[in-house]
Each structure stands twice: as structure tokens, then as C-alpha cells.
């Protein structure tokens, strides 16, 4: 296993443009989680899966924000008509357990850029 | 919304020197971690400490916790040019489901 995967790693994008970003978790690992992050602050929470059950939705997911998890396995975050405020790093994450466990093992994010 | 503050923002040292970054945090807490992020990358899970442990140790790596001052410090001993990075506290506030991560501490060791 090679750890977490997102794709693509880089997407540019025209405002109003639908984007789809792809994360693949460690195979074992049943929780799954999504964060942004703008430059020079802290990843924010977007939302969390455990298996295919979405459990929990930041504010921060508007309306044109959805994210799936089919099969418990990889996971979409889609986001719809996008806007220059988009523009940001998007994170996953995945862990076997509880946070208060083990820590995460994050991917390399996809980098969205919204002209 | 950001849970944690880290203390400094930056820092910039000379290689064999310690580090030592502070973290504060506003809500009751199950556990805190600390995170590292090279630039444009992904985070790397370092350390985590449970509400009711005091200080752990991970190789170079020294965690303290304050529960009473709602704080942490983590320190790097004789560090190197490749632990020049980010590094991010977090909390997990009992439910289990999410990290709230802090603002980050901007680390440059230099040769």
C-alpha cells in the first residue's frame, strides 16, 4: 500500500466550471476524511466519512459542495460552479480509528486554482 | 474555524540547535497531535498526547501538555536542515470524528 492518493494533483479551473477531485485511503482504513487549506493557515474540516456513511458536514460545505464515498472505498468531492474563493488546497485524509487512536495519514492534496 | 494558535508563526534557526513551538487551544480537549508539512505537500502525522498524559517522547521529538493552560509545546533537539517545514497542532475535542487544527508554525533550520 502506498499510502493516501489524490488526483489530480493540480487543477485550473475557469470560475463556474464544475471540478471533481479523487482520493484513494489506505485500503484498511475505514474513516476517511476531507479538509481545505488556504495559504498560510491550517486545514479546515470539509467533511468525514466512516465507510460509505457520510457523519459529519463542515459549514464550510455549501450547496455547491458534495462529496461520496461509494463502497466505502475511494472518495469524490465535487464542487459546482466554482468560484475565485474555491481556489485552495484540498486535503484527504484517512485513519483505521478514532482520532484519539492514531493520526492521520494524509495525501498530497490536489491544488485548485479558479481563474 | 481554527482551534489553536501556534507560537511563533516563524522561526528561523542554525542546524544543531533545539526548536521549540507552542500551541494554545480554546476548547476541552481528548488528545492533541502534532502534524509536519513540507511546502505544497501533504501533512505528516508526528506525535499525539492524550488529555491525561503530561510529556512523551518520539525520537528527537519532546511533547509537553498543560490542560489547565490549555497549551502545548513541542520541541525538536539538535535539528537539521530537513526538519525545515511546517508543523501544525491539533485537537480532537472527544467526538472522535475530526481534527481542528491550529495555524502553524513556520520552521527554518539553516546549515
Known amino acids: 500500500d502506498t499510502g493516501v492518493s489524490q488526483d489530480p494533483r493540480h487543477k485550473i479551473t475557469k470560475r463556474g466550471q464544475n471540478v471533481t477531485f479523487r482520493c484513494d485511503p489506505i485500503?484498511?482504513?475505514?474513516?476517511l476524511y476531507w479538509y481545505r487549506q488556504t495559504l498560510g493557515q491550517g486545514p479546515e474540516f470539509l467533511t468525514y466519512?466512516?465507510?460509505?456513511?457520510?457523519?459529519?458536514k463542515s459549514r464550510l460545505l455549501s450547496d455547491r459542495f458534495s462529496a461520496e464515498r461509494p463502497k466505502g472505498s475511494f472518495s469524490t468531492l465535487e464542487i459546482q460552479r466554482t468560484e475565485q474563493g474555491d481556489s485552495a488546497m484540498y486535503l484527504c485524509?484517512?485513519?483505521?480509528?478514532?482520532?484519539?487512536?492514531?493520526?492521520?495519514?494524509f495525501g498530497s492534496g490536489t491544488r485548485l486554482t479558479v481563474v | 474555524s481554527q482551534q489553536g494558535e501556534e507560537d511563533p508563526q516563524a522561526l528561523s534557526i542554525q542546524e544543531g540547535e533545539n526548536a521549540t513551538m507552542n500551541c494554545s487551544y480554546k476548547t476541552s480537549i481528548n488528545n492533541l497531535q502534532w502534524y509536519r508539512q513540507n511546502s505544497g505537500r501533504g501533512l505528516v502525522h508526528l506525535i499525539l498526547i492524550r488529555s491525561n498524559e503530561r510529556e512523551k517522547h518520539s525520537g528527537r521529538l519532546r511533547v509537553t501538555l498543560d490542560t489547565s493552560k490549555k497549551s502545548s509545546s513541542l520541541l525538536i533537539t539538535a535539528s537539521r536542515a530537513a526538519d525545515t517545514a511546517s508543523y501544525f497542532c491539533?485537537?480532537?475535542?472527544?467526538?472522535?470524528?475530526?481534527?481542528?487544527f491550529g495555524t502553524g508554525t513556520q520552521l527554518k533550520v539553516e546549515l
Open positions: 466519512f466512516q465507510n460509505e456513511a457520510q457523519l459529519e
Open positions: 491539533a485537537t480532537d475535542g472527544g467526538g472522535g470524528n475530526k481534527l481542528t
Open positions: 485524509a484517512s485513519s483505521p480509528a478514532p482520532t484519539g487512536t492514531y493520526g492521520y495519514t
Open positions: 485500503s484498511e482504513h475505514n474513516r
